[in-house]
């Protein structure tokens, strides 16, 4: 009985399966070309028709589409599998429920909000430009691990302002491989000059006047941050707050660049040194006569004929000089010492410091008019007027001294003698007025 059973049941099971009608699906549409967005799934845009379903029946299909892979490539195939639906489906077999096909997926474009960058940045001889501020980038799948890159460089190293910096975008991370960075764009900013610095820089700060403001430079020195094989140099000048000699003056350098890349700097602050001098020049003086001999006034005080000369004088400064002369004493006698003393004026002599006092003459004679009587009264001196000779007769035997001196103080004739009277010749004297002093007594002499 269980036998017969069994075999009733194969038989309707076998009947149930050939009863299933096999039908197709035809126009199926897959979108086979997709932007990456970390999935497998192909967009179905048409599920297609079914073919042989019997008139009345509920019978649907539904169409997945997936790709062999989630990440961006060419050539993937796509798995397109159909599947029945509705309330007869179960009568029926679909004949071609998966077919193949071969699609894309395209890396998807990244973009990035804007990039701040850095309004300047100090000349140091390379083009990068440095970012305030990277934007965000955007359009990527949520939880993907991207790194931007952001690259600015511009076009050339040099200083200008709002020069071209071109901005470039790039990408790391596991899944970068899906994207396309976001495009490069170009964008401003601007280099400014590197202040340039100075060290062992040396300048004279005294000097002796020489009509200039001029100072002197020990040592220009060096730079301390140019950028490595540039092209750029210096001269170093330096000058007084003014020309004139004088102590605790300020001394201001300045600094001139040059070469080829003197462009990308500037030039080191000028310096400032206190306390500079200039010291005053010394002068000389050169000739000058003077009276030699005068009569007693009770003074020292004696005639220049002609003044001494500066010396020393820078070339076209209005510096003179003014000459006074003066014998050591007062007293009548000879051999007075007659000195020179100096005071100096014009627009310039500021600068300058007058000459030393110097000794004129240490034959001076100071006479007295006494003196004459005291010759008359010691001595004879005959005849006088003279014309060619004149007698000098002493009152006591043994050694006499005898000096002539002209106007102007100049010995014209000195002598010792031994015993009481002396003849002197004087024939080559011009006429005028002369002085005789025997043994420190003086008279005047008149020669016709």
Not at 392 to 405: A, M, N, S
Request: net charge negative; aromatic share 8%.
């Amino acid at each position: 009985m269980k036998k017969i059973l069994f075999t009733l049941l194969l038989v309707v099971t076998t009947l149930s399966v050939y009863a299933q009608n096999h039908i197709t699906v035809t126009g199926i549409a897959v979108d086979t070309v997709k932007v990456f967005d970390n999935k497998d799934s192909a967009a179905v845009v048409n599920n297609g028709t079914l073919a042989g379903v019997a008139a009345g029946d509920v019978v649907s299909v539904i169409t997945e589409a997936h790709y062999a892979t989630i990440n961006a490539d060419s050539n993937i195939t796509i798995t397109v599998t159909s599947t029945l639906r509705g309330a007869d489906s179960a009568s029926y077999v679909l004949d071609n429920p998966v077919t193949t096909l071969t699609g894309r997926i395209l890396k998807r474009q990244l973009y990035r909000d804007s990039v701040v960058l850095m309004p300047f940045k100090l000349y140091d001889g390379m083009v990068e430009c440095p970012i305030q501020f990277s934007g965000i980038a955007r359009n990527y799948v949520t939880h993907h691990i991207l790194t931007t890159i952001d690259t600015c460089v511009f076009l050339d190293p040099n200083v200008g302002n709002n020069k071209p910096v071109r901005v470039i975008f790039g990408m790391s991370g596991e899944d970068v491989q899906n994207y396309i960075p976001p495009r490069d764009t170009v964008m401003e900013s601007s280099i400014i000059p590197r202040k340039l610095v100075t060290k062992g820089t040396s300048i004279q700060t005294v000097k002796l006047y020489d009509g200039t403001s001029d100072a002197q430079v020990l040592s220009t020195g060096w730079f301390t941050n140019v950028v490595e094989d540039d092209d750029v140099n210096f001269t170093l000048s330096a000058a007084y707050e003014d020309k004139n000699a004088g102590q605790g003056k300020n001394i201001h350098s300045h600094f001139e660049i040059f070469g080829a890349s003197s462009m990308n700097y500037s030039a080191p602050d000028d310096g400032l040194y206190m306390n500079g001098e200039i010291k005053h020049i010394q002068l000389t003086a050169s000739g000058g006569e003077a009276v030699k001999s005068k009569e007693y006034d009770g003074t020292t005080s004696c005639e220049v004929t002609t003044p001494s000369q500066p010396v020393g004088v820078i070339n076209n400064e209005r510096v003179y000089l003014n000459t006074m002369a003066a014998y050591d004493t007062s007293s009548v006698g000879t051999d007075h010492v007659i000195t020179f003393s100096y005071t100096i004026y014009g627009d310039d002599a500021f600068n300058y410091i007058a000459p030393a006092d110097s000794v004129y003459c240490t034959d001076g004679v100071i006479v007295d008019k006494t003196g004459v009587d005291d010759v008359v009264a010691l001595n004879a001196v005959w005849p006088n007027p003279f014309v060619d000779e004149v007698n000098v007769v002493c009152p006591t035997d043994g050694e006499h001294h005898i000096y002539i001196y002209n106007a102007s103080g100049q010995v014209l004739h000195n002598e010792t003698y031994s015993g009481i009277s002396r003849v002197l010749n004087l024939q080559a004297f011009g006429s005028g007025l002369y002085f005789i002093v025997v043994d420190g007594r003086t008279a005047k002499l008149i020669k016709k």
